[in-house]
């Protein structure tokens, strides 16, 4: 079933960031990169999980609204706090798997500025939300992975890192071809 796979991908995606937060000491946790305009691990993580947040609070409505974000300040700053959260919504996104879910959902995303008083709700599906979800979180690991290999700090190679891309990579590898990260992104 291809909630059940996209679910899965979550947990995986979610264990991913859990085994790097656990790593990292509360410093590495709470620093950003601002000469490059990154924030820092917990910030991602705390967005990261805002949005599935509205994506879970929607469901039962049938209208998700990724505005809503609760912004809890304690998820950046705290990594006991962030582990906790990321915790709750793996089990949260589990119980998906069997729930009765609305066949379609409306989305309102962000309302560029100027425009607020014309929000455009968007037709999709638990499934298109759930992948958007993936890819969003990785985009945002990506950058935590920067930002830390920016401090000097070490990170898993394929953490924040696309399945196609890890492919491509073992696929290159595999052909003794050289193909580095930053090669394979442009790809």
């Given at each position: 079933?291809?909630?059940?796979?996209?679910?899965?991908?979550?947990?995986?995606?979610?264990?991913?960031?859990?085994?790097?937060?656990?790593?990292?000491?509360?410093?590495?946790?709470?620093?950003?990169?601002?000469?490059?305009?990154?924030?820092?691990?917990?910030?991602?993580?705390?967005h990261v999980l805002d949005m599935v947040?509205?994506?879970?609070?929607?469901?039962?409505?049938?209208?998700?609204?990724?505005?809503?974000?609760?912004?809890?300040?304690?998820?950046e700053a705290d990594p006991i706090a962030?582990?906790?959260?990321?915790?709750?919504?793996?089990?949260?996104?589990?119980?998906?798997?069997?729930?009765?879910?609305?066949?379609?959902?409306?989305?309102?995303?962000?309302?560029?500025?100027?425009?607020?008083?014309?929000?455009?709700?968007?037709?999709?599906?638990?499934?298109?939300?759930?992948?958007?979800?993936?890819?969003?979180?990785?985009?945002?690991?990506?950058?935590?992975?920067?930002?830390?290999?920016?401090?000097?700090?070490?990170?898993?190679?394929?953490?924040?890192?696309?399945?196609?891309?890890?492919?491509?990579?073992?696929?290159?590898?595999?052909?003794?071809?050289?193909?580095?990260?930053?090669?394979?992104?442009?790809?």
């Amino acid at each position: 079933m291809p909630r059940r796979f996209l679910i899965d991908a979550h947990r995986r995606l979610l264990d991913q960031a859990e085994t790097l937060v656990t790593a990292l000491d509360a410093e590495d946790y709470r620093a950003g990169v601002p000469a490059a305009q990154l924030a820092s691990p917990g910030a991602h993580l705390r967005h990261v999980l805002d949005m599935v947040g509205c994506f879970l609070r929607g469901l039962a409505s049938g209208v998700v609204d990724y505005e809503t974000r609760v912004r809890d300040e304690s998820i950046e700053a705290d990594p006991i706090a962030g582990l906790a959260a990321l915790q709750f919504a793996r089990a949260q996104l589990d119980e998906l798997a069997g729930a009765e879910l609305p066949e379609r959902l409306r989305v309102h995303g962000d309302t560029p500025l100027g425009m607020e008083a014309e929000p455009v709700l968007a037709e999709s599906t638990v499934e298109r939300e759930l992948q958007f979800l993936l890819n969003h979180g990785l985009h945002h690991f990506a950058l935590i992975a920067a930002g830390l290999r920016l401090r000097g700090r070490t990170v898993p190679p394929d953490f924040g890192m696309a399945p196609s891309t890890v492919r491509w990579l073992a696929e290159q590898s595999g052909r003794n071809e050289s193909a580095t990260e930053s090669q394979a992104c442009a790809r």
